[in-house]
């Protein structure tokens, strides 16, 4: 099981943070529904999330690009809200739509 996963993370695909930042923040394709896609990140208390759903919104009352933060809300596959937004650190963003991210 193990090698399998070694080849699987070996074949996985990367993209540079700042694509996936300027691809995250492109709120709405050209019919103007919101763009979904997921996202692997790590909370400030440690914890690692996956939300295989999600679009972009506000993270709150800060300046996300002063403080470096984007806010994240789950959807279903409709793309109707679910649970409460997520403020994501971009330097703990792990994986953006199944692409692990590098520097």
Do not use: W
Request: with cysteine; glycine share 6%.
């Amino acid at each position: 099981m193990t090698i399998h996963l070694i080849e699987h993370l070996n074949n996985m695909e990367t993209i540079r943070r700042n694509l996936a930042l300027a691809d995250m923040d492109i709120r709405t394709d050209e019919r103007g529904r919101r763009r979904i896609f997921s996202i692997k990140f790590v909370s400030k208390e440690g914890k690692i999330y996956f939300i295989p759903q999600a679009y972009a919104c506000g993270a709150g009352r800060m300046n996300m690009k002063e403080y470096q933060f984007r806010g994240v809300q789950p959807c279903d596959c409709k793309g109707n809200p679910e649970g409460h937004p997520y403020p994501v650190d971009i330097d703990l963003i792990l994986e953006y739509n199944k692409m692990k991210i590098v520097f």
